[in-house]
Structure formats: C-alpha cells, structure tokens
C-alpha cells in the first residue's frame, strides 16, 4: 500500500513524499522533487541498473501514474485520492493539486 502526503522535508524541493507500506511490515519514503522549471514533479531512485529519474511536466497524479510500475504503487490507502484510481484503473476523479482549498468547502 502506499500514501502521498505533503512532506516536511525541505518542502520547496521535495513537495510530497510517497510512503509505503510492504507485505514484510516495511515502511519506506520516496521523496517527489518539484522540477527546477516548476513544472511538474519528479522522482529519483535506484536499481540494478544504476539512477534513475521518472519526470512528468503536470500534476502529482500525472507523475504516480507514471512511475507507479517502477515504484511498485500497487494499491493506494482506502480513502486516499489515488485509492480509485488503481482500483478501478480510471483517471482521478478531480483536477489539479494534491489537496483542495481552504476554502472548498462544498460536499460536491
């Protein structure tokens, strides 16, 4: 399972944070870099092969959708945004960022 949350680490450079949840109980944390064009976002990780960069120029749903093979985001946590869309294999069913306004307070 996995969660994208904000993250509090150096918060201009890395946005979200990707945290995941293994059969074995393990919890590990992928950090999601915003690009230097502000743009989009990006993730960084290794493999057998060496680095390896996943960038994607729209949203943070645009790039888990992307990288979620290479990452193995294989279901989301029940009641995350991104639950649905590995579910059910749909887009998302809202647009833009990650959280909503402040001042969305419609149940729509």
């Known amino acids: 399972m996995f969660l994208v949350r904000l993250s509090t680490t150096e ?39 060496g680095n390896e960069k996943i960038e994607e120029p729209g949203g943070i749903e645009k790039l888990i959708a992307k990288a979620s093979k290479e990452l193995r985001l294989k279901k989301a946590c029940p009641g995350s945004r991104y639950h649905d869309f590995f579910e059910k294999r749909v887009a998302a069913p809202y647009s833009g960022g990650y959280l909503p306004s402040p001042d969305d307070d419609s149940d729509d």
């Open 11 to 49: 918060p201009e450079k890395t946005p979200f944070t990707i945290s995941k949840y293994s059969r074995d109980g393990t919890v590990t944390h992928q950090r999601v870099s915003a690009r230097s064009d502000g743009r989009g976002f990006y993730v960084a990780f290794k493999t057998k092969k």
